[in-house]
């Protein structure tokens, strides 16, 4: 297990500050190449010293003072005016910067040859403040590096919202499962009961396995394929005990179920419909058939099962519940472009549900799993 704690400066991650340091590194080497276009190479590796600590003190005020005081508040007209009036003394300074510091240190140092330079070096300084020119591109490169900085930012941040909206959501999805699930058994259960079945303690033990898995095992985003069938097999072990020889259920898995990962509690709604208005509201025998193939890492899940004669009447009542339009919305979510999921209901005596996904190898970490998860592309077969 890998240590969670990570180290900090100031209350704020060394792996966060190294990015920074990086990022400002980077920005550094750019304004060079950039300068050095004018002139030498060394002179302009010296110069952009000066401006370097101009561009991060503008950056970090606007970041962290500006955008949080003013645009998180809602308060968008007095940034506008605290925003130009940032702009305008950076800009400044940057001249002054370039008057007083970094220019002369050029003259005396470098000894350029560019008389233009020389001439602009040597004017007044009220003249030098005054030319239009200079200011401008003052105010052009230091705005330049400081809102390219700003965008990464916006877009970090964003980023980080919209995931966390989607985890919220996933959640809040996943949750609705349970007692679904819940209800649907405790409603079997309820059955053995009234008739007395000494089986009904079999059905409480197998309800606690399925809901021990549901609860503690289920927090990830992704969980062993293996997991996830063994849930399967056994609630239907469960319906079994309700239905006994009424009731035709056969499961059969082909392929390797071997390092590979899935969204928990995906397959189990399908299962369950199949159970709940295939069977249950069936008067003579009913059946179910449910296969689970494995090809590479591409999974097919088929689930089908009798139709009973109310259901023919009543087709949006058979499968318009709230289990399939929840894995539904899952599916949207985890697997955007990555499954493919058909429901064939023009047979009068059956219905047929074929999902496919890609699954995701089991051997990566966590982290790679669930952004693999996320960008899947679907793999026909």
């Known amino acids: 297990m ?5 180290l900090t400066l100031w209350g704020v991650s060394l792996s966060r500050i190294a990015l920074h340091v990086l990022f400002w590194i980077i920005a550094y080497l750019l304004f060079t190449s950039l300068y050095a276009l004018q002139i030498k190479y060394s002179t302009s590796l010296r110069n952009n010293l000066f401006y370097v600590p101009l561009h991060i003190v503008y950056f970090y005020a606007l970041a962290y003072w500006l955008v949080p005081k003013f645009v998180f508040t809602g308060k968008y007209v007095k940034f506008v005016f605290a925003l130009l009036l940032l702009m305008f003394v950076i800009t400044l300074v940057s001249r002054l910067v370039g008057i007083y510091i970094a220019n002369p240190y050029i003259l005396e140092v470098e000894k350029p040859d560019n008389w233009d330079f020389i001439y602009e070096s040597k004017k007044p300084l009220i003249r030098q403040l005054l030319n239009p020119v200079p200011f401008a591109n003052a105010w052009k490169a230091t705005n330049m590096i400081v809102w390219a900085a700003i965008g990464i930012k916006m877009f970090k941040l964003f980023y ?15 949750g609705q499962v349970h007692p679904h699930f819940l209800f649907n058994t405790l409603n079997n259960l309820y059955a053995l009961t009234l008739n007395n079945s000494h089986k009904s303690s079999e059905v409480v033990m197998g309800l606690s396995e399925i809901l021990r898995y549901m609860l503690y095992e289920c927090n990830t985003d992704l969980v062993p394929l293996k997991q996830e069938v063994r849930v399967l097999e056994q609630y239907i072990s469960l319906e079994k005990i309700r239905y006994e020889e009424r009731l035709d259920v056969n499961f059969t898995i082909e392929g390797n179920l071997d390092d590979l990962l899935i969204a928990p509690l ?4 399908f299962v369950e419909n199949a159970f709940k208005h295939g069977v249950s509201e069936q008067t003579g025998d009913a059946w179910i058939n449910i296969n689970l193939a494995i090809s590479g890492n591409v999974l097919k899940f088929k689930v089908s099962n009798s139709k009973p004669q109310q259901v023919r009447k009543d087709q949006e009542k058979h499968y318009g519940n709230i289990g399939l339009q929840n894995v539904k919305k899952r599916l949207e979510l985890l697997y955007p472009s990555g499954y493919q999921l058909r429901i ?12 496919e996904l890609t699954l995701v190898p089991g051997t990566v970490n966590l982290k790679q799993a669930q952004l693999i998860g996320y960008e899947n592309t679907y793999v026909g077969s």
């Open 2 to 6: 890998g240590n969670s704690k990570q």
């Open 160 to 174: 980080e919202r919209k995931q966390a909206a989607l985890q919220a959501e996933l959640n809040a999805l996943k």
């Open 266 to 269: 995906i397959m189990l709604p």
């Open 344 to 355: 064939f209901d023009d047979n009068e005596d059956a219905y047929l549900v074929v999902l």
